[in-house]
């Protein structure tokens, strides 16, 4: 591995900012437009994923988490196959699954399009009102008059990279073995 390469890797592994968990909640309420909201919220709600994987296998050395995620080979190269992966290892139970399927979808029409698209796309808005939100989150987002899509879809994101990445945290702090949890951290 090249240099250049071996430098984004330890910037992508740094020990996150103290501010992090805001993050998606920032971007959701900032002045970002729509596709850097939606590739930055579908990006963190992909670490969760990733950080409750890693919570689970607890690979022995950053190799070994190279070898999972970052790799040619890697077993969970992608944002589907991290989906699969959680769901299998009861992280996430079928509604975060289908969220995560949805929100997946979605942020890769934000990365790909080759037109403009915004939360105001009827697509889009379809896409996003399949997202089953939290009671609270969803009378959050129904407060919002323009941006609603755009709140559904952050706050979609929010819950899996919150949720996955706290419950991580704490059972790295608590030294928790690894093992399934007995019921999905998220539904």
């Given at each position: 591995m090249s240099k250049w390469e071996d430098g984004l890797r330890r910037l992508f592994k740094a020990t996150p900012s103290k501010d992090i968990h805001g993050t998606i909640i920032n971007v959701m309420k900032g002045t970002a437009d729509d596709r850097s909201a939606a590739l930055?919220?579908?990006?963190?709600?992909d670490t969760g994923l990733m950080a409750g994987?890693?919570?689970i296998l607890r690979p022995p050395?950053?190799?070994d988490v190279d070898a999972l995620f970052w790799t040619e080979k890697a077993k969970?190269?992608?944002?589907?196959?991290?989906?699969?992966q959680a769901s299998a290892l009861g992280l996430i139970g079928p509604?975060?699954?289908?969220n995560l399927t949805v929100i997946r979808e979605i942020r890769n029409v934000f990365a790909h399009a080759?037109?403009?698209v915004t939360?105001?796309?009827?697509?889009i808005v379809a896409a996003c009102n399949e997202?089953?939100?939290?009671t609270n989150a969803q009378f959050l987002a129904d407060r919002e008059s323009e941006r609603r899509t755009r709140y559904r879809f952050c706050y979609g994101c929010d819950a899996v990279f919150r949720g996955l990445l706290g419950w991580a945290s704490l059972t790295l702090i608590f030294g928790i073995p690894a093992s399934k949890p007995p019921n999905p951290i998220l539904p």
């Open positions: 930055t919220s579908g990006a963190l709600a994987i890693v919570a050395g950053p190799k969970y190269r992608t944002f589907n196959l991290r989906i699969k509604q975060t699954k289908r080759l037109i403009e939360f105001n796309t009827p697509e997202i089953a939100l939290s």
